[in-house]
C-alpha cells in the first residue's frame, strides 16, 4: 500500500464534506505529472486530504482510494471548469480516481508547521516551487505527520 497527498480548495470538496458524503470522485487534475501519480494509485492506498488555495492551507485529514484511475469525465463535460476542448471519448488524457473518507483531523496541520519538520524537508509540498496537486509520500513522512495529528 503507498501513501500520497492531494490537495484540493476546500469551496470544490473538504474533507468535512468528504465525510459528509462517504465517497466521491477526485477528478479535475490538469498536470501531467500529478495525473500520472494518480494513475499510479491502487486500491486500498491512503493519501493526506491537503486542503489549498484558502485561508489555512494544511492536511485536514486522510481518505483512501476506491477505485483506481479511469477517464476523467468532466474533461468531456463542456460546462466543467476542467473541460478540455482536445479530449474526446476515444483520447481522453486525464484520469480520476474515487476516494472514500476515514478520518478527519481536530485541527489542519498548517503548512507553516509542516515547513518545520526535518523529517518532512524532502516532501514535495514543502518544497520551494513545487506546486503539483498529487504527490508521493514516503512511510517516514507519513509517520511524521500522523505524528503531528495525535
Known amino acids: ?22 465517497d466521491a470522485r477526485w477528478d479535475g ?7 500520472n501519480f494518480l494513475r499510479a494509485m491502487s486500491i486500498g492506498d491512503t493519501f493526506f486530504f491537503y486542503h489549498a488555495s484558502c485561508p489555512r492551507p494544511g492536511i485536514a485529514g486522510i481518505a483512501q482510494i476506491m477505485a483506481a484511475a479511469y477517464p476523467d469525465p468532466t474533461a468531456l463535460d463542456a460546462s ?50 513545487s506546486r503539483l496537486s498529487v504527490m508521493p509520500v514516503s512511510e517516514a513522512q507519513w509517520a511524521a505527520v500522523l505524528a503531528l495529528a495525535t
Open 29 to 35: 487534475v490538469r498536470n501531467y505529472q500529478a495525473r
Open 80 to 129: 466543467s471548469p476542467y473541460h478540455d476542448a482536445k479530449a474526446s471519448a476515444e483520447k481522453n488524457p486525464w484520469s480520476a480516481v474515487d476516494v472514500k473518507h476515514v478520518r478527519t483531523f481536530a485541527h489542519v496541520l498548517d503548512l507553516g508547521l509542516l515547513k518545520q519538520q526535518s523529517a518532512l524537508a524532502e516532501l514535495a509540498l514543502v518544497q520551494k516551487g
Open 1 to 22: 500500500m503507498a501513501h500520497w497527498l492531494m490537495k484540493s480548495e476546500p469551496d470544490e470538496l473538504s474533507i468535512e464534506t468528504l465525510g459528509q458524503l462517504g
